[in-house]
Nanobody
Framework: EVQLQASGGGLVQAGGSLRLSCAAS????????IGWFRQAPGKEREGISC????????YYADSVKGRFTISSDNAKNQVYLQMNNLKPEDTAVYYC???????????????????WGQGTLVTVSS
C-alpha cells in the first residue's frame, strides 16, 4: 500500500525557515514524481514544487522560486522541501503527493496525482 506522510510544519516568523519532509512507502523509491502542494483557507490547492527521479526534473511555482528548494534522499525514501525567507502568504496546509504517470517536464495538475499525504500546517506570522 502506497503511503505518504508529510511532516515538519509549524509556526514561524516571517523571514524564518522550515523544512518539510515527505516519507514515502509502499512503492519502489527509484522511480517517482512527487509534488508539493499547499492550500490556504478559502483558496484553491496550489502546486508549488515537484521532483522527478527519472530525469531529475524539478519545478517551482513563481510564488516560491528562489526561496524553496526540493530535494530527495532515495536511501531514506524521503522528499524534502526546504522553505526559506517565509512570508505570511506562505501560510497554508502543505501536502505531498505521488503521480504514477507524470507528464514529461511538467508538474501536472493536482487531480493527476494518485496518492496524497495527510498535510502539515505551516503558519507564518508577520
Amino acid at each position: 500500500e502506497v503511503q505518504l506522510q508529510a511532516s515538519g510544519g509549524g509556526l514561524v516568523q516571517a523571514g524564518g525557515s522550515l523544512r518539510l519532509s515527505c516519507a514515502a512507502s509502499g512503492f519502489t523509491f527509484d522511480d517517482y514524481h512527487i509534488g508539493w502542494f499547499r492550500q490556504a483557507p478559502g483558496k484553491e490547492r496550489e502546486g508549488i514544487s515537484c521532483i522527478s527521479s527519472s530525469d531529475g526534473f524539478v519545478y517551482y511555482a513563481d510564488s516560491v522560486k528562489g526561496r524553496f528548494t526540493i530535494s530527495s534522499d532515495n536511501a531514506k525514501n524521503q522528499v524534502y522541501l526546504q522553505m526559506n525567507n517565509l512570508k505570511p502568504e506562505d501560510t497554508a496546509v502543505y501536502y505531498c503527493a505521488l503521480d504514477l504517470s507524470p507528464p514529461i517536464g511538467e508538474m501536472g495538475n493536482n487531480y493527476e496525482y494518485d496518492y496524497w499525504g495527510q498535510g502539515t500546517l505551516v503558519t507564518v506570522s508577520s
